[in-house]
C-alpha cells in the first residue's frame, strides 16, 4: 500500500522558516516526479513547487520564488521543501504528491498519490 506521509508544519512567525518532508513507503518513487501543493482556507488547491525523479529540474510557482526550495533523497524515498521568509500567506494544509512529470504538475496535472497534508500556520 503507497503512502505519503508529510511531516514539518507548525506554527512560525512571518520571516521564519520551517522544513517540510514526505517520507514515501509501500514503493520506491526514485523515477517519479514529486511535488508539493498547498490549500489555505476557503481556497483551491495550488501547486507550490515539484521536481523530476533526479532532483536537478525543479518548477515553483511565482508566489515562492526565491524563498521555497523543492529536494529530494531517493535513498530515502523522501521529498523535502524548505521554506523561508514566509508570510501569513503561506498559511494552508501543504500536500506531498507523486506524478509522471514535474512540468504536468505544475500544471495541477498527473498527480498519482496524495499525503494526508500537514498544517503550516504563518502569523504576522
Known amino acids: 500500500q503507497v503512502q505519503l506521509v508529510e511531516s514539518g508544519g507548525g506554527l512560525v512567525q512571518a520571516g521564519g522558516s520551517l522544513r517540510l518532508s514526505c517520507a514515501a513507503s509501500?514503493?520506491?518513487?526514485?523515477?517519479?516526479?514529486m511535488g508539493w501543493f498547498r490549500q489555505a482556507p476557503g481556497k483551491e488547491r495550488e501547486f507550490v513547487a515539484s521536481c523530476n525523479w533526479s532532483g536537478k529540474s525543479t518548477y515553483s510557482a511565482d508566489s515562492v520564488k526565491g524563498r521555497f526550495t523543492i529536494s529530494r533523497d531517493n535513498a530515502k524515498n523522501t521529498v523535502y521543501l524548505q521554506m523561508n521568509s514566509l508570510k501569513p500567506e503561506d498559511t494552508a494544509v501543504y500536500y506531498c504528491?507523486?506524478?509522471?512529470?514535474?512540468?504536468?504538475?505544475?500544471?495541477?496535472?498527473?498527480?498519482?498519490?496524495w499525503g494526508k497534508g500537514t498544517l503550516v500556520t504563518v502569523s504576522s
Open positions: 504528491a507523486v506524478g509522471l512529470a514535474a512540468a504536468t504538475m505544475r500544471a495541477n496535472r498527473g498527480m498519482d498519490y
Open positions: 509501500g514503493r520506491t518513487f526514485s523515477s517519479y516526479a
